[in-house]
């Protein structure tokens, strides 16, 4: 069982910045896709970034894409999204996600464990 904990949201006016960090159990095995989903109220959960277990392969929404970056740090079981250049359209609760099957690694189905989320909230 892997534990995510999620930190680093809060409340930012537009053009802000902002870095979340999610925090894995001690029992997570490096060899994991780690991802960042979010989802607006009202709407369905949706891909964010998502990076390999060697960082050598990130993903991203076209969204989020130029103004988000993913990244990971093994040796202390933790990936982290910089947020910049924030939107109203970004607020959302930004959940992160472990799982092992990097095909699906922009789809829900390719994660085995979630955080609970952080919220992000930016106001125009």
């Known amino acids: 069982q892997v534990q995510l904990v999620e930190s680093g949201g809060g409340l930012v006016q537009a053009g802000d910045s902002l870095r979340l960090s999610c925090a894995a159990s001690?029992?997570?095995?490096?060899?994991?896709?780690m991802g960042w989903f979010r989802q607006a109220p009202g709407k369905e959960r949706e891909f964010v970034a998502a990076i390999s277990w060697n960082s050598g392969v990130k993903y991203y929404a076209d969204s989020v894409k130029d103004r988000f970056t993913i990244s990971r740090d093994n040796t202390k079981n933790t990936v982290y999204l910089q947020m910049n250049s924030l939107k109203p359209e970004d607020t959302a609760v930004y959940y992160c996600?472990?799982?092992?099957?990097?095909?699906?690694?922009?789809?829900?189905?390719?994660?085995?464990?979630w955080g609970k989320g952080t919220q992000v909230t930016v106001s125009s």
């Open positions: 996600a472990s799982g092992s099957r990097w095909r699906e690694a922009r789809t829900q189905n390719g994660y085995d464990f």
């Open positions: 001690a029992r997570t095995s490096t060899y994991y896709t």
